[in-house]
């Protein structure tokens, strides 16, 4: 993956930890068509887990497109199709902004934060 003047661009950050059995996909950087296989793998290798259920830490993103809403939306899907269940949490205002325009906090739980989104 190149930028328009040619410098190497690194992939997404992710980390991924779990908390009393849900997983949480922490993710940084911008989230955009470069990264959305990436940020897709991430969310929907959840492995034996059932149900599984994944939080994703938006806290550190600082820019996502269409690309991450369209990875969020099919995580989303397999993951409810799994019986299980994905929250967001620690939108940054731009990034909150974007999922409001199109409607996905209300399809997918926003939380202000990690801790509030682990609640039952």
């Known amino acids: 993956m190149t930028d328009p003047h040619g410098a190497a661009r690194p992939g997404l950050p992710i980390d991924h930890t779990t ?3 849900i997983r949480v996909v922490t993710l940084r950087g911008e989230i955009d068509h470069a990264v959305t296989e990436e940020l ?4 929907l290798s959840y492995g034996s887990v059932t149900p599984p259920r994944t939080v994703v830490d ?4 600082t820019f996502m497109d269409s690309s991450g809403i369209n990875a969020l ?7 409810s199709d799994a019986q299980g269940w994905l929250r967001i949490a620690g939108a940054q205002a731009s990034v ?6 199109v409607g ?14 682990l609640a039952p």
């Open 104 to 117: 996905l906090d209300q399809v997918i739980g926003c939380h202000p934060t990690v801790a509030q989104a």
């Open 73 to 79: 939306i099919a995580a989303h899907q397999g993951i």
């Open 58 to 61: 938006l806290s550190g993103v």
């Open 96 to 101: 909150l902004r974007v999922l409001e325009l």
């Open 40 to 43: 897709t793998e991430a969310l």
């Open 19 to 21: 908390v009393d059995g």
